[in-house]
């Protein structure tokens, strides 16, 4: 199956820089990528997803590059404020079977104002 | 409009003891999933549903863990006989239509601790 790796586990920025984390997967067959935030009690929620044909996509601070050749795939949040204070999931999913997805084991980002 | 929901949002048990967790997923989604989050880590896939079949259910981690959807909205995921390893919040997701590249809404979870 699916295995994706996260890279850093926990991260602290200065407000108004930029923040980046890393991903990879394993199954070559996997074509859709989402990245999903979670604050403190609360369930995952999709901040921005990207799909194996397409490289990059951007979403006002947010944006996620794709690299298929290498398997990994990246989110960058800029401009960063308080409210980016949380956990980030990266997920992968396959194009067989029912899409479940694959997620990392997370991300601590922390935007010390 | 309404979200995923969830309950009980927090559920205490004793080790032995079974609990049922319910889903109420967004209305008119055809797809339903369960995820286990251990403390610190990605949620783990359980099982899946698309309408009132159950058709993936490689995830669930023994034969103490039951799911079901019986009309095709509300969905049960019942543990039997809990055991401390089995303290996770349990999430919930649903998706509009089945074999599509859709975002999968999630719920608040519900928190199992096993004393």
């Known amino acids: 199956g699916e295995n994706v790796e996260q890279h850093p586990s926990t991260l602290s920025v200065q407000e108004g820089d930029s923040a980046v984390i890393k991903c990879t997967y394993s199954?070559?067959?996997?074509?859709?990528f989402p990245w999903y935030k979670q604050e403190l009690g609360k369930g995952p929620q999709l901040i921005i997803d990207i799909r194996s044909n397409v490289g990059e996509k951007k979403d006002q601070r947010i944006a996620v590059t794709l690299n298929k050749t290498a398997k990994h795939f990246s989110l960058h949040i800029t401009e960063t404020q308080p409210e980016d204070s949380a956990v980030y999931f990266c997920?992968?999913?396959?194009?067989?079977?029912?899409?479940?997805?694959?997620f990392g084991k997370g991300n601590q980002v922390v935007v010390i104002p | 409009g309404a979200g995923v929901s969830q309950s009980p949002r927090y559920k205490v048990a004793k080790r032995g003891q079974d609990v049922a967790l319910r889903c109420d997923p967004i209305s008119g989604h055809v797809s339903l999933f369960w995820y286990q989050q251990a403390l610190g880590q990605g949620p783990e896939f359980l099982t899946y549903f698309q309408n009132e079949a159950q058709l993936d259910k490689s995830g669930l981690p023994s034969d103490r863990f039951f799911a079901e959807r019986p009309e095709g909205s509300v969905s049960t995921l019942k543990i039997q006989r809990t055991q401390q390893e089995d303290s996770a919040v349990y999430l919930c997701?649903?998706?509009?239509?089945?074999?599509?590249?859709?975002?999968?809404?999630f719920g608040p979870g519900t928190r199992l601790t096993v004393t």
């Open positions: 997701a649903s998706r509009p239509l089945a074999g599509e590249l859709y975002e999968q809404y």
């Open positions: 199954d070559s067959a996997s074509n859709y």
């Open positions: 997920a992968a999913s396959p194009t067989y079977g029912n899409n479940r997805l694959a």
